[in-house]
Every structure is written in structure tokens, then in C-alpha cells.
């Protein structure tokens, strides 16, 4: 002890408490970044394998993959949030009780709804993995709307070619000569519901952990899906083979 004080926190100078922690090399943050492009682009593959295969039948449709994917994702962030940390999850629910319900929602049921629901009526992995880009769109006009912020002549113009890249996509006409207007814009659902959750999400980030409170949301997301096969039943679940119940599991992990 130093006078009242336990010698663990009187060596702690504020010299050393404000000592800046070594940064970041840009040779790790590039090589996170590809990694993270990588696996983000597989699993657009692993969505049409499972949803939209070129031959045969699907092994899944949209709500069984919703299913499959986040009921073990319940367990694991269920395990986590209340099993190590309980005390700061608990204080996160009182505090945020509807704003997480709502990002519940957005994230597991409306974010991969939509997006499913698109890639099972056959809209191309590629496709959707451009219309799930139009995020920063929608926050610009979340933000021009809501929050009152000004919408500069690069934000317009932006905005502007971003939808009417949209409505190109849609118009387009497939091989089989039908365009794709419906599942287009069904998909295109997909990322203003995301848009909406980091909108929500913003304010209780600054004061709270953001891994805890992304645990949270993906918990209490999943939650209604646990009980979808009492109703539904699980046969599809069963009849998955080795490689489909892989994707799955490479789904749920990433």
C-alpha cells in the first residue's frame, strides 16, 4: 500500500495510463480486410448452393437456412452473454430493452429473409452480393431524413447512381427472358434493414461493448427461430448431406 492507495494503482502514473497503444500495422489491417472480403464472398456460393442449386432440388429453403444458421448461433452467443458475461448483458438489456428487440429483427429475421427469399427465387449470388452494398446508400438517406443531415452534390449524385444501378438490375432480363423485378427489390429489402440496425446501434456502441451488445442482438434475432421446427417439423434438417451440413456450419461460424 502507498498511503491509501494500493501500490497497483499508485504505479499507474497518469503518464502511463495515457501511453498510447502501439498501432495497427496497414500490412495486418490489409490482409484482415482480404480475409474478410473472402469469406463474406463465399458464402453468396454457399447461399446458392443451398438455396438455388443449378441442378435438382434445394436442399433448404429461405426459412429453413434462417433456421439452420441461427439456432446454434443462439446457443453459442446464449452461452456466451449469460454464461461469461452476465452482469454487463443484463445491464445492456434494461437499459436497451426495445431498442434490441428491434435490432433483433433487423439483423436475423428481416436481413436474412429478404436476402434468402431473393437467392431461392433465383437471383444470382453476385447480384445479391451487390445489392447488399447499397448499406451506405440507405444510411445517407436515413440521415438526410431522420437525423436532419445535409445531402451534398456527391451524396446525391452517389445516391443517385447507386438506385439507378438498382433499377437496372431489376429490368434486366435473365436467360430464361423474365426480368427479376420482385425478387430484386425483395432483396434489396435486405440492406436497409442493416441500414436501419446500425442506425439503432450507433448510440448504445459508444458506451457499451459493441462485440457484447452484436452477441446480444444475434441472441435475441434467433430466438423466435428456435421454435420454427415444432411447427414447420425437421425433416429437411436430416436430409442435408455432408457438404450441405458444412455450408451450414460455415454460415453459422461466419
Not at 497518469?14 to 495497427?24: N, R
Request: one cysteine or more.
Amino acid at each position: 500500500m502507498r498511503g491509501d492507495v494500493p501500490v497497483c494503482f499508485a504505479a499507474m502514473t497518469p503518464e502511463a495510463i495515457a501511453t498510447p497503444k502501439k498501432p495497427v500495422s496497414s500490412a495486418v489491417l490489409i490482409v484482415a480486410t482480404l480475409l474478410l472480403f473472402l469469406v463474406w464472398s463465399h458464402t453468396f456460393l454457399a447461399f446458392e448452393v443451398l438455396l438455388a442449386p443449378t441442378s435438382g432440388v434445394a436442399p433448404l429453403d429461405w426459412l429453413d437456412l434462417v433456421v439452420a444458421r441461427f439456432v446454434p448461433v443462439f446457443v453459442v452467443c446464449a452461452i456466451w452473454c449469460f454464461g461469461f458475461r452476465r452482469r454487463e448483458s443484463l445491464v445492456i438489456v434494461r437499459r436497451h430493452p426495445r431498442r434490441l428487440l428491434a435490432c433483433g429483427v433487423l439483423t436475423v429475421a428481416f436481413y436474412n429473409g429478404f436476402l434468402y427469399y431473393g437467392m431461392q427465387q433465383r437471383v444470382p449470388g453476385p447480384i445479391a452480393s451487390v445489392l447488399t452494398t447499397l448499406s451506405p446508400l440507405y444510411l445517407v438517406v436515413l440521415g438526410v431524413s431522420a437525423l436532419g443531415e445535409r445531402l451534398t452534390w456527391r451524396k446525391g449524385l452517389g445516391l443517385a447512381l447507386g438506385m439507378g444501378g438498382v433499377v437496372l438490375i431489376a429490368t434486366t432480363k435473365q436467360a430464361s427472358g423474365d426480368a427479376m423485378v420482385l425478387p430484386v427489390v425483395i432483396t434489396a429489402l435486405a440492406p436497409l434493414s442493416w441500414s436501419v440496425h446500425t442506425a439503432l446501434t450507433k448510440p448504445v456502441t459508444a458506451h457499451s461493448s459493441p462485440v457484447l451488445w452484436t452477441y446480444l442482438v444475434l441472441l435475441v434475432g434467433s430466438l423466435p427461430f428456435v421454435f420454427v421446427p415444432f411447427f414447420r417439423g425437421a425433416g429437411a434438417f436430416f436430409r442435408l448431406d455432408a457438404t450441405d451440413v458444412a455450408l451450414v456450419l460455415y454460415l453459422s461460424l461466419f
